[in-house]
């Protein structure tokens, strides 16, 4: 039993944690995100830093067999036409995830086509306002090299073809351009609408193109073909890959220090190299897409007060023009439909109830968190040997990645794929990504139930015991089992049984 001089001590240690939190928001370096942000849950909040050291045995076991593994091979497929119908050109926007699952789904058009594809063009994304390219962010080579005997894949058109650009389709209405092709459109229509345009011109470029095939009636091989471009072919650039081995290695060295414990990472090789002498240890990846663009497109409310909605109304109104109206919901409706994105806080203390104690090794994966700091101090008390990209490389290392959304992105997905667990603060595209590639090697994954958590956070009385067996319950087959998929769900998503064998 704790005495009342630590009792004390840990409500005046909450106090003041809570107006650091205050003190942080006052300073946001945007006007419009300087809200007062403070913990929303602080009995809970309270019960989390007080709780013991030790996780349980069984959180970090790795998944058992499922008596499913991947199943790719094509078998005795016919091998390529000697001639190709012409060249196909797609238009991806989108953030990484989404751009993706495009570039999968175009290989498959091309191939249900006999078609040529030219390596996808990458739309600026208007939030993100990243130029990256294919080749900025994949392994053309491996790519290329991968589906060789799958589809023809070219990095540019012939010069007799080099007119079909961006630039040609943004000015004009173009006979070789097919917009019309409907949110997961069939293969028949595809063969329809698109293989006119080809035997015509030669070329058809096919934008909008995100979402523009069906999940549903296509034969096995094009099935399988989209996960072999998901999970096989689609590798990142060798920069991405030697960041992402060096982050995994010092995630998992007992002697890397905490970011607040150390100056100056480009000078600590000698402890990274001294990993090879230590027992690796485990670390967790927490994806947080808590960013202004999420959190204003749920219309929840954070806490923030009239000052917050205001803001997040006006920025919901600028980037999607009316195209995303204010919900006719409460908020206690959204969050007892699971309809909002949970807080920093919130997953602090979701993943304190699963049982991670103060000492996991936390790598947090996001980009630019809704209010800055303050909005992460809660669940950096909670897990204080949190790390992410800026605490773990320095800034040499990151120079190449610096600004660019897409990189940092592909970083943070390399990492969560070599994670013991991945925990996403709400669904979204790189969550259905990750949840389907990690199903695919057998990793664990917890797939947080949003609809229950936001029931239990609505009740402001809950006991931390209540708390941690409510989640517990409801999180039993969340944790990487298997899960079939059903019609109309993404095969990126549920990759089984299409995909995968049960042996």
């Excluded at 240690?13 to 006007?31: D, E, G, P, Q, R």
């Excluded at 070219?154 to 019309?180: D, H, Q």
């Excluded at 897409?406 to 794929?417: I, N």
């Excluded at 969340?478 to 769900?489: D, S």
Aim: overall charge positive; glycine content about 6%.
């Amino acid at each position: 039993m704790m005495n009342l001089y630590a009792k004390d001590r840990m409500i005046l240690s909450v106090l003041l944690f809570v107006v650091v939190l205050i003190c942080n928001a006052s300073t946001s370096s945007s006007a419009s995100d300087a809200i007062t942000i403070k913990p929303r849950h602080l009995s809970l909040l309270k019960s989390a830093l007080q709780r013991p050291s030790g996780e349980q045995s069984e959180l970090w076991r790795p998944m058992t067999d499922q008596g499913w593994s991947p199943c790719l091979d094509l078998g005795n497929s016919p091998s390529l036409p000697e001639k190709t119908e012409g060249y196909i050109q797609v238009f991806l926007d989108g953030g990484l995830n989404q751009q993706r699952m495009g570039i999968c789904d175009a290989v498959a058009v091309a191939k249900i086509l006999n078609a040529t594809l030219v390596i996808p063009y990458l739309e600026v994304n208007p939030v993100w306002q990243d130029s990256s390219s294919f080749v900025d962010i994949f392994d053309v080579d491996h790519f290329i090299n991968t589906l060789k005997d799958d589809i023809r894949i070219v990095r540019e058109l012939p010069e007799e073809l080099s007119w079909s650009t961006r630039e040609y389709y943004g000015t004009a209405i173009r006979e070789t351009r097919v917009k019309t092709a409907p949110v997961h459109a069939s293969a028949k229509w595809y063969r329809e609408n698109v293989s006119p345009v080809l035997q015509s011109f030669g070329i058809a470029a096919i934008s909008p193109f995100s979402h523009r095939l069906s999940f549903d009636h296509l034969p096995a091989e094009i099935q399988r073909l989209r996960c072999k471009v998901n999970f096989q072919a689609l590798r990142f650039v060798p920069h991405i890959t030697s960041l992402g081995d060096a982050l995994v290695s010092r995630l998992r060295n007992p002697l890397w220090r905490s970011s607040k414990d150390r100056k100056n990472v480009d000078h600590l090789g000698d402890i990274t190299n001294s990993h090879s002498r230590q027992e690796p240890g485990k670390f967790a990846v927490l994806h947080l897409r808590f960013d202004k663009d999420m959190a204003a497109h749920s219309a929840c409310d954070f806490g923030g007060g009239k000052a917050e909605k205001l803001a997040l109304a006006k920025y919901r109104q600028m980037i999607w023009q009316g195209r995303v109206l204010n919900s006719q919901f409460t908020d206690e409706e959204l969050r007892s439909q699971g309809r909002c994105p949970l807080t920093p806080e919130e997953m602090g203390l979701l993943l304190a109830a699963f049982g991670f104690d103060n000492n996991t090794r936390l790598y947090l994966a996001s980009h630019k968190v809704y209010g800055g700091e303050a909005r992460i101090s809660a669940l950096r008390q909670v897990f204080p040997r949190m790390e992410d990209k800026r605490s773990l490389a320095s800034s040499a290392e990151r120079a190449r990645i610096k600004g660019k959304a897409s990189l940092l992105a592909a970083l943070d997905y390399y990492v969560s794929m070599h994670s013991d667990i991945f925990i996403s603060a709400s669904p979204g595209n790189m969550h259905n990504a990750l949840v389907g590639h990690r199903t695919f090697e057998n990793l664990k994954t917890i797939r947080p139930n949003m609809a229950l958590i936001g029931q239990l956070f609505l009740n402001k009385s809950i006991t931390w015991v209540d708390f941690q067996q409510a989640l517990g319950e409801g999180h039993v087959n969340r944790q990487g089992q298997i899960r079939l998929r059903k019609p109309k769900q993404s095969i990126y998503t549920y990759p089984a049984p299409d995909c995968m064998c049960h042996v």
